[in-house]
């Protein structure tokens, strides 16, 4: 058996590849494409490989778009491509592609305390399904369950379920988005575009005309200047966060935990920390007392998508996560 499987984690904006040592899941030789300056993903592959000088006969490549068969069409990039082609094209023994959020969620029995930040809530419970989720480019949501031995992924396509507002404030947000764009989802909020499409909406609402700004823009002006539309949009992304986070913990009862994921909350950790996330989490009425003890973790660790991927592959391949 070959030492190394190739891992790959891609996203609407960037291509990560790894490898991935088969008999420890440790992550090594970790690397950064832009998916923009390839026709392909197998292009990609071709020059990570050339570049470490490794006779690699498996791979799982986790990816940012629904996975119903062998034909894959990238949600926010162009790729698309034959799963069964690019084995053959690789010359691959063993080639697995999944959904970037199923990869996240693999993660989970991988990750070690240091690997983790808890916002409320106790221990989880041995045994109880998890959830996780994340903003990027996009909004990924997988849950995951422990039995007989084994973890299983649940995938799906929960970032596209309908936006659910709570608030005067947040109708105003849902009215005004629904008149730009028409059904409103999840995602149109709580992703990088989100969080402009959230600055937008405010100030249109105020019959004002927003400036051009890109998501690290919000986040800046948020947190560096006297900007009280970045600030409000920032504090309402987290909140939205925190409703989101608390109805897929319904939705599951997931007492095993839930764990968000994503390139964005790291970008503004102190504002999240002190914002209205965990209170939202709980405001379900009737039922916070039924959420108040479910640990939300943050995801620190740098790579989660290739130790995730890493993690799916050697389960595929008979080896055991820890129990």
Known sequence: MNQYSLVGDVGGTNCRLALCALDSGEISAAKTFSGLDYDSLEEVV????????????????????PITGDWVAMTNHTWA????????????DHLEVI???????MTIPMLQDKDLLQFGGKKPLDGKPAVIYGAGTGLGVAHLIHADKRWLSLPGEGGHVDFAPNSEEEDMILEQLRTDMGHVSAERILSGPGLVNLYRAIVKSDNRVPENLAPKDVTERALGEDDVDCRRALSLFCVIMGRFGGNLALTMGTFGGVYIAGG???????????????????????????LVDIPVYLIIHDQPGLLGAGAYLRQSMGHNLRP
């Open 99 to 105: 959904n970037d959020f199923t990869a996240v969620s």
């Open 81 to 92: 491509f034959s799963i069964a082609e690019m084995k053959a094209g690789l010359k691959l």
């Open 46 to 65: 071709r020059v990570y490989l050339e570049q470490q000088h490794q006779d690699v006969k498996h791979a799982c490549i986790a990816i940012a778009c």
């Open 264 to 290: 964005i909350v790291p970008r503004f950790l102190e504002f999240f920390k002190a914002s209205g996330f965990r209170a939202a989490f709980e405001d379900k009425g009737r039922f916070k007392d039924y």
